[in-house]
């Protein structure tokens, strides 16, 4: 279970960027002017994974911790090094903000506060309200929330999502078991951490439109990792049932 949100506890607010240059400065702007929220002291750091286009100097040039990772690892690989370097500082919450400006700072209050009895907190843009996706878009993660759903016993309308916070006992455990995979740092993510006996719950959040560039991945390479995620959640699963002994639990 979750631990109990106190007054004077840390946050830190993890914020990955690939080639994010033109993106970030309005993004940390908002948490340059927010050194605390509701008796949490909040810290950023981007992890700038593997850019090319001076993502790192704008950062560091705006007085953010900056860790950088010599090559392009995926999201996953870029929040374990979030969840490592909080793990190792003493933090008692992770938030994983988009460096795009679409996750905006007074959401995090809430993300934070649902933490009194939960390990996980997902923020889904679909319980917020309406929001237009494509058909394709749609269906890979109303497929995805099934796969979740039969996982976990748990329903997630955006398991995708990746504003979403951890508390102590996922940071913990995500700092040495986050998957690297594209979805695998949000969909496989959740499935793991349901085995390993983390409390999950998702909750309203609202979500900007995107300030500067364009996704990663295009529409048929999302597919082949919707598929692969798939993949790798039906596979374990079945190892799941027929090792009943490998369950790990994660320490109070």
Known sequence: MGESTESG??????????NEAKALPSTLQQFMNSPSIDGWSISAVVIDDGSTDGTSDVARSAGILCL???????????????????LANGYDAVVQVDADG???????????SNLE???????SRFLAGPWE??????????????LVKISTGKKFTDP?????VAGPRAIKFFAVNYPSEYLGD???SLVLAHRHGLKMKEIPASLEVRQHGAASHTPARAGLHVFRAAGM???TAGVWRTNPQSKETVDN
């Open 133 to 146: 996706a494509s058909f394709i878009r749609r269906m890979a993660m109303r497929f995805l929330g099934f």
């Open 233 to 235: 959640i039906i596979l």
């Open 117 to 123: 009895d939960s390990d996980v907190v997902v923020g």
């Open 102 to 112: 679409q996750h905006p700072i007074n959401e995090i209050s809430n993300l934070i």
């Open 160 to 164: 995708t999502s990746g504003f979403r």
């Open 186 to 188: 949000t969909v496989e």
């Open 68 to 86: 950088r990772h010599p090559v392009n690892c995926g999201v996953g690989a870029a929040m374990r090094t979030g969840f490592k370097y909080a």
């Open 9 to 18: 506890r840390k946050a830190l607010v993890v914020i990955p960027a690939l």
